[in-house]
């Protein structure tokens, strides 16, 4: 009698781990919007801050502080991704936004990459670096058009200056 129980008992757990329940899987894209726009939204506005004033730095050849900015800018994005990664995807967009995830990680260490290359005061090459990370900026962006996400777009590492936000 016992064992007649514990099969059917078995098998419902099994099926929940297998098969979450229908709730957690009816993220849509506006609803992940909604989720995410508030954390791009408070991250866009630390990263403004720690990047401000580092155009000028750059054009005094004052390389140090700014590879330092760049530096923190970067654990700042990743603070951001660590952010994002556990909202559950829109149902179909699952691969969609695993790969914004990854062209977000590639932007994270482009920046440190960039501002490991000021403080050496290898402005040649962190202006390469940077190029790449902008690069990868624009790759996220084309993939996060589609959920319509404003503040979770990336631009110029010192588009703060012109009033629009940095990374």
């Given at each position: 009698?016992r064992?007649?129980?514990?099969t ?8 929940l781990?297998?098969?979450p329940?229908?709730?957690?899987a009816e ?6 919007k909604e989720r995410?726009?508030?954390?791009c ?7 403004a801050?720690i990047m ?6 750059i ?18 994005f ?17 691969r969609r ?7 977000m ?14 403080k ?7 202006a390469h670096e940077?190029?790449l990370a902008?690069r990868?900026g ?16 990336f631009?110029?590492f010192d ?9």
């Open positions: 009698m064992r007649m129980l514990g059917p008992a078995a098998i419902l757990v099994a099926m781990v297998i098969a329940p229908a709730a957690a993220q849509t894209r506006e609803s992940y995410v726009e508030p954390i939204e408070a991250n866009r506005t630390v990263n801050r401000s004033g580092v155009r000028q730095r054009n005094r050849d004052n390389f140090a502080p700014a590879g330092k900015q760049f530096i923190r800018v970067s654990a700042s990743g603070k951001l991704i660590k952010r994002l990664a556990p909202v559950p995807a829109p149902v179909g967009d699952e936004v695993a790969r914004w995830l990854k062209f990680r590639l932007i994270k260490v482009r920046l440190q990459t960039v501002g490991k290359y000021y050496q005061g290898a402005d040649i090459k962190a940077s190029i902008e990868s624009i790759s996220a962006n084309n993939i996060s058009i589609v959920f319509k996400v404003r503040n979770c777009r631009g110029r588009a703060g200056q012109s009033g629009r936000a940095a990374y």
